[in-house]
């Protein structure tokens, strides 16, 4: 159950109080994987949207720094749980204060979120047993570890949780979330204001049709962390089982 009874809780219907959205966010994390799905929620009619760290700390990404963070341990509730993803998510994964917020949140949220491989977080805080969802393609698989269920798709619900793929998928992803909470013409509002109409160059977003020559670069490139990264979700999901 909500923690704000009176918020919305089925499309277009209105709100008594903000709908409380609560962005999670760790150094190394992909910047778009939030700030795209932000700028979006941004928009949304009577909802507040809040991006936190630990301790209220900055927070590096990809040579950006962001700051005027809230303290995650001081965020009592929220509707909306989002975790992103990046290159920093497995090593958030040791930080159990962090796992531990993420979880306590979740637990009380109508909606509980991720982009990329920000639903390798969700799994280790132990909110995606038995439950589909997506992640980046080239991580998929260390879902299965939390016990979660891999899903190729680019949005996936399963219940309350919704998951987007890897980094852009975020903007597909929120105008789904946008429209189970507040309606199809406010989601469609949204887009057309912020113009979201992709039309990609090249059809190479997707493993299964970029040119082999492509993924096999990408792999490679992927390749040096890779092990890090299995080992990371290994302690994590030992630490989730025990």
């Known amino acids: 159950m909500s923690a704000y009874p009176d918020a919305v809780n089925h499309k277009g219907s209105a709100m ?30 009577d909802a507040k949207v809040i991006v936190a760290s630990m301790g209220g700390t900055d927070v590096s990404a990809d040579g950006l720094v962001f700051s005027g963070l809230v303290d995650l341990a001081t965020i009592e509730h929220c ?14 994964l040791q930080n159990e204060a962090f796992v531990a ?7 009380s949220a109508r909606y509980i979120t991720s ?40 949005v996936v619900r ?23 909470l507040q309606g199809d013409d406010v989601a469609q509002r949204i887009q057309l204001m912020l113009e979201y109409a992709p039309a990609p160059p090249f059809t190479a977003g997707r493993p299964d049709t ?14 040096p962390f890779a092990q890090q990264r299995r ?12």
Request: aromatic share 4%; hydrophobic share 45%.
């Open 16 to 45: 008594a109080s903000p709908l409380i959205i609560v962005i999670p966010i760790y150094n190394g994390v992909t910047h778009l994987d939030f700030t795209g799905p932000h700028q979006f929620l941004s928009r949304l009619p």
């Open 101 to 107: 917020a993420v979880r306590r949140l979740g637990l």
């Open 79 to 92: 509707d909306v749980l989002c975790v992103p993803g990046g290159s920093g998510c497995t090593a958030a």
């Open 210 to 223: 970029a040119p082999q020559g492509i993924v096999d670069a990408v792999r490679s490139r992927m390749q």
């Open 115 to 154: 982009v990329c491989t920000g639903s390798l977080i969700l799994g280790a805080a132990g909110l995606l047993k038995g439950k589909r969802a997506a992640c980046h393609w080239a991580w998929r698989d260390l879902l299965v570890p939390f016990g979660a269920i891999p899903d190729t798709r680019r």
């Open 231 to 242: 080992d990371e979700v290994a302690i994590a999901a030992a630490r989730l089982a025990g």
């Open 158 to 180: 399963d219940g309350n949780i919704l998951t987007g793929g890897g980094v852009t998928a975020g903007i597909d992803f929120v105008l789904t979330l946008i429209s189970e």
